[in-house]
């Protein structure tokens, strides 16, 4: 026991040390969690988000005769006219294809409500927050759209959605961005801000790469003249394209920190 003379304001040196060390080794221990915490907030983050994004679209849809909404961000290059390519800033280039649409594929998305996309600009200061400020363009024979390689939606989507892909369908990919008609104050409006992934790996800030959560719509054929849009589901955005909530969590708990 430390004694101190009566009388005797403050901490002696013997008394200062022992603070001291307490609280550089409570630091020390807080220093070493801190990774871990803010790891397990955004994966907890992601896994409420992703189901609620995805619940709402489909209310949404129900409520409108089949419509999920309009204008989001196409993930695609251009001005007047969506017919670039994919910027680097989209996260997985390889995972991804810029194609084109037929007229059945056009109005089988103008059927769910998707008649204009937001073009994505080639060159931006912030990948994720001024990527796609331009004006939405309206869907049309020249707008090209992101898709999923034929090779990749037949592996991920059984592993990540447990949904096997029909033959010759398209996976449309797109992004929940600011001027999608589902985000603000408007009548069709279901979420009052546009939520952000905002990952731990710092290749993934929203500053380098693009972290708006995305949207997967299926385009299938069903005659020669007609085809079906069909909505499948809510993603988060990665460094090596996308993946589920369930991924995530897999990723989480068994990744070795």
């Known amino acids: 026991m430390i004694h101190r003379p ?18 550089i080794a409570l630091g020390g221990i807080v220093v070493s969690t801190l990774p871990g915490m803010l790891r397990r907030t955004q994966v907890a983050t992601a896994a409420a988000n992703i189901p609620e994004i995805d619940a709402t ?4 849809a129900v409520l409108s005769q089949g419509r999920i909404g309009n204008r989001f961000d196409s993930l695609i290059s251009g001005t007047a006219a969506i017919d670039g390519n994919i910027p680097s800033y989209i996260g997985g280039a390889e995972v991804f294809e810029a194609v084109g649409l037929s007229t059945s594929e056009i109005n089988a998305l103008r059927e769910v409500g998707i008649t204009e996309l937001v073009p994505a600009m080639a060159e931006t200061e912030n990948a994720t927050f001024s990527s796609h400020d331009q004006l939405p363009v309206a869907i049309g024979s020249d707008t090209r759209v ?5 090779e990749v939606a037949a592996s991920i989507l ?14 449309v990919v797109f992004g929940l961005g600011e001027q999608c008609s589902m985000v603000g104050a408007g009548a069709q409006a279901s979420f009052s801000e546009t939520p952000v992934h905002f990952s731990d790996d710092r290749d993934q800030s929203p500053e380098e790469m693009y972290s708006r959560y995305l949207l997967l719509v299926e385009l299938r054929s069903i005659s020669e003249s007609d085809s079906i849009a069909r909505y499948i589901g809510a993603a ?6 996308i993946h589920s909530v369930s991924r995530e969590l897999e990723d989480y708990y ?3 920190n």
């Open 146 to 150: 992101c898709t999923l390689s034929t």
């Open 6 to 23: 009566v009388g005797r304001c403050g901490l002696s040196l013997l008394e200062l040390l022992v603070v001291l060390t307490i609280l």
């Open 254 to 256: 068994t990744k070795k």
């Open 236 to 241: 988060i955005p990665g460094r090596n394209g």
């Open 57 to 60: 679209i489909r209310r949404a």
């Open 158 to 171: 059984p592993q990540d959605w447990n949904y096997e892909p029909p033959e010759g369908a398209k996976y």
